[in-house]
């Protein structure tokens, strides 16, 4: 009988101590995580000036809809999406299966000058991705003493190259970063799968389609959904390449959240409610990299 109430005393006190843990967690993050969340919805609810603001209900979010700004924004941000997200996805996995060949010497060096990017500082590297395509940056003078074009490109004054600078600031950095996770995945494949298939008479291009690319499957899935939202929350990039010019040409849905607190005249309920339509965007386009990707808990 005392065994017994002593063991009892015994589960109890550690499930105290592990609910006591559990619990200073949830506090944590309902206090730094949902308590925010909460509040910048019921900000979204209002507008005014500065801390000024009256409650307003919806109309924030039906100004979105009417907002030039906003809708070239969400333009600007999808054509980073649907156009750098595919090339960085791929890049990486490509970069990836060559750093996982057994035979590649100096493997090490290519792992670590392909990851460096991503550890640099985003200023740092946007100011040095701004003065090597500056008009009479180093980028313009290796074309042209390299005949590829007459004259120096516009690379940050042009809308449509603007975009291409960012494209290719983004890529560079972020493309090392799921190489990472590509190489560690293949790292734990068995390699007598790969063996096998060759002893088959699958060709390499068969083999990345029909075992590779299966096989990483759910982690091409977390890097796209990972990149995704990474790139609608876009702004260190286009706020120092850029400034989200020329015009509005390349500015992101996050620089526009920026103006809005801090630039222009301060309109935090609306800046609350553009922040809430990023969430919304994250949502939509999670969903549908989950549908494509074939999950049925989507």
């Given at each position: 009988m005392q065994t017994a109430k002593s063991t009892r005393g015994l589960r109890v006190k550690n499930a105290a101590i592990g609910w006591s843990f559990v619990a200073i967690a949830a506090v944590?993050?309902?206090?730094?995580?949902?308590?925010p969340m909460i509040q910048a919805f019921i900000m979204s609810l209002q507008s005014g000036r500065g801390t000024n603001l009256t409650?307003?209900?919806?109309e924030n979010y039906a100004r979105l809809l009417k907002d030039p700004v906003f809708l070239t924004t969400v333009k600007n941000t999808v054509i980073y999406l649907i156009i750098?997200?595919?090339?960085?996805?791929?890049?990486?996995?490509?970069?990836?299966?060559?750093?996982?060949?057994?035979t590649l010497k100096f493997k090490g060096f290519?792992?670590?000058?392909?990851?460096?990017?991503?550890?640099?500082?985003?200023?740092?590297y946007s100011v040095t991705f701004k003065y090597l395509f500056g008009q009479d940056g180093i980028?313009?003078?290796?074309?042209?003493?390299?005949?590829l074009i007459a004259e120096p490109i516009s690379w940050l004054t042009d809308p449509f190259w603007a975009k291409i600078t960012i494209i290719a600031?983004?890529?560079?950095?972020?493309?090392?970063?799921n190489m990472i996770f590509y190489l560690s995945a293949l790292q734990n494949v068995d390699?007598?799968?790969?063996?096998?298939?060759?002893?088959?008479?699958?060709?390499?291009?068969?083999?990345?389609f029909k075992i590779t690319i299966p096989m990483l499957k759910p982690i091409i899935l977390f890097t796209s959904i990972t990149s995704t939202i990474g790139t609608l929350?876009?702004?260190d990039e286009v706020m120092n390449i850029t400034a989200g010019g020329p015009g509005n040409a390349t500015m992101t849905i996050s620089q526009y959240i920026y103006n809005l607190s801090f630039k222009y005249t301060p309109d935090f309920g609306y800046a609350a409610t553009v922040s809430y339509a990023i969430v919304i965007l994250i949502v939509i386009f999670s969903i549908i990299q989950f549908k494509v990707a074939g999950d049925k808990n989507a």
């Open positions: 944590m993050i309902c206090l730094f995580y949902f308590y409650f307003v209900g919806l750098q997200v595919p090339i960085m996805i791929i890049l990486a996995l490509f970069i990836s299966v060559l750093l996982n060949d057994k290519f792992r670590t000058a392909i990851f460096l990017p991503c550890v640099t500082s985003l200023v740092a980028v313009n003078i290796m074309l042209m003493k390299m005949s600031a983004i890529t560079w950095r972020w493309t090392g970063y390699h007598s799968i790969y063996e096998a298939a060759k002893i088959d008479g699958a060709s390499p291009i068969q083999t990345f929350q876009l702004f």
